[in-house]
């Protein structure tokens, strides 16, 4: 727990500035990463959450940038950092989010449908559990709670939601875990693995 304090100081003394921070790691997107900025602040204000989006760009090299800088009127939530190089805009984005809850997704995911996430927020904000994974779409998790877990992890496409709810486990949080649908989610603990793995 000191390690953890030390790379994230700030953690466990500040109050949360918003109900959710939204982690949104992006390369070359530009297709994408201005619909989700803009679907995921609708959805969320829809929902009557506060948020900051953290848009991570993980080397991009396309226009994903200058789109981003069009939104920043539209979406004052919105900010724009980097990451040290690919898979790694979830653990900068962890380490700089101010929420009680982090929300993570890619862009294209976000684009599409954030559905189920804000019914995720609802039951973490109320303190049922710790975590929630919708296996291939997004992560919600308790801030305090899940940052070892994001500490240092290097993660990249669909695949990340599965490698962060074995993150959770090995933290020993309560993890609600439900299928590409985002339905058929349930508590695990000890029996993630196994469950995961049914999901392959």
Not at 119 to 138: I, K
Request: charge should be positive; aromatic fraction near 4%; hydrophobic fraction near 45%.
């Amino acid at each position: 727990m000191a390690a953890h304090l030390l790379l994230y100081p700030s953690a466990m003394t500040e109050t949360p500035r918003f109900d959710v921070s939204v982690v949104l790691p992006f390369g070359d997107d530009e297709e994408a990463v201005g619909i989700a900025v803009r679907r995921t602040a609708e959805h969320l204000r829809g929902l009557g959450l506060s948020f900051e989006i953290l848009a991570i760009d993980e080397d991009s090299g396309d226009n994903s940038h200058a789109v981003l800088a069009l939104l920043r009127a539209e979406v004052p939530e919105l900010r724009v950092t980097h990451a040290p190089g690919r898979g790694r805009g979830v653990d900068v984005g962890a380490g700089r989010a101010q929420g009680a809850l982090i929300l993570v997704a890619t862009p294209d995911v976000a684009s599409a449908s954030l559905d189920g996430a804000g019914d995720a927020c609802r039951r973490l904000l109320a303190g049922e559990g710790d975590a929630e994974v919708a296996l291939t779409r997004y992560t919600v998790a308790h801030r305090v709670r899940s940052l070892a877990a994001f500490r240092g992890a290097r993660l990249l496409g669909p695949a990340m939601h599965r490698r962060l709810a074995k993150r959770f486990q090995v933290q020993n949080l309560s993890v609600r875990l439900a299928g590409p649908s985002g339905v058929a989610a349930r508590s695990v603990g000890g029996r993630l693995r196994a469950f995961a793995r049914s999901w392959q």
